[in-house]
């Protein structure tokens, strides 16, 4: 079984940096296909960023050039390095799992993951 635990959330200034990880328990993690959603309470879940097993990444618009996607399949880990915060990337952040190595052009829709963290907060004050 598979587990998900985010860490690194936390309050920020607009224009601050910072380092969210996810730790994964379980079998595979180098061939799972990686995602960071957040979703505010007043909206929809976002799907953020994806990574492939191989490590090719795609981005939401909205965080292009701001945030960065890495795994380390050595430690079992997935990041989002956030620059150049802004107050509306305030929400909660959580990684998911799904079982292909590729996570293909609708990485982004929720419904398609297995396995989900508990998520962590980020709040971006201006």
């Not at 985010?6 to 730790?23: F, N």
């Not at 929400?91 to 963290?117: E, K, S, T």
């Amino acid at each position: 079984q598979v587990q998900l635990v985010e860490s690194g959330g936390g309050p920020v200034q607009a224009g601050g940096a910072l380092k969210l990880s996810c730790a994964f328990s379980g079998y595979g993690y180098n061939m799972y296909c990686m995602v960071w959603f957040r979703q505010d309470p007043e909206k929809e879940r976002e799907g953020v960023a994806a990574i492939d097993s191989d490590g090719s990444t795609n981005y939401a618009d909205s965080v292009k050039g701001r945030f960065t996607i890495s795994r380390d399949n050595a430690k079992n880990t997935l990041y989002l390095e956030m620059n150049n915060l802004k107050p509306e990337d305030s929400a909660m952040y959580y990684c998911a799992a799904r079982g292909v190595r590729w996570c293909g052009g609708v990485w982004y829709r929720p419904g398609l993951y297995d396995y989900w963290g508990q998520g962590t907060q980020v709040t971006v004050s201006s």
